[in-house]
């Protein structure tokens, strides 16, 4: 198996000398002789595939970057450790990196996930992403909810003298390490800026949802964008579906809405418990909106991206 080492920088323009290095050396040494049987070359293609572009993003600046779960749960978010000590250790306890993984290529960002923590008995998932732009001299990537932070952004239609405390609210204002201020004060000067939102996973076209989900984002010094994902999974839970039907019961308003959480539940159940190699296949999709003060292009305007990784469940 051969590799340009020209095209690999193309693709890879983050990848550093020693990783591609690396990446040569495993290729050149990967077994030339044929399979016995289509079916046995087709599944080590897979795997084969799975494994070069884990090693490929590993060899970004990524790998210079440590804030996954370990970091985030010690640094920036420590209420478990306090709150719920058996929680925080589980996590910990059973963290998984160098998962493999796959992305749609794209031309503004490069994005990985860092490390995931699947814990069963507390019907629990979390995972750690993290985005860079692949032209950090022009581009500055944000969280989008870091825009209007405050939720006090009054746009077209809105009161003619949108100003309070001396605050102008007729501009967009951006959250940053630096503090908070108008989009042109906070970026720097000839730089555009990118904005990435990412709140979901999905498995198998089923989207994973429970009360306590929650998602939290936020820029490093470096200027890569960490997300972390936290997944509840109720309907793991002994006695999901009658509490599903209590509810709509108690609410019969909502009984579209519940009816639409119980059969969606089921679904994800049943792939879970009728796994048979132990490993799941999640997606993550995430939106890329350039600024602009054009309202419609801002919210209408983005681009849609996901990615893909495998991760063990038992």
Known sequence: MKLDPKRLQQHYPLMTPEAESRMLNLIHGLPSQM???PMKRIALRTI?????????????AFALVNQGLEWYYNHRFTAYQTHEPEKYQAIIDNLQSDLPQNSQTNDEIAI????????????FLAVSFIAAPRDPDTVELHPLWNLDADGAYVGD????????????????WLWTQEGFGPVSDMVAPGKELLLINMEELYLEGYRLLGDGSSADSYRDEEGHVHTILEIQLDFLKPGYEKEMQTLMEQQPELKTHYQQLLEQGIACKSLIENDTDGIITLTAPYTLTHYTEDDQMLYHGEKSGTITFQLKIQ
């Open 48 to 60: 084969l595939i799975f494994s070069l572009i884990t090693i490929l993003l590993c060899g970004t």
């Open 112 to 123: 990985a996930v860092q490390n995931a923590a699947w814990i069963a008995d507390q019907h």
């Open 35 to 37: 399979e016995e049987k």
């Open 157 to 172: 239609g809105g009161c003619e003298a949108p100003e309070s405390d001396g605050v102008e609210r007729s501009v967009h």
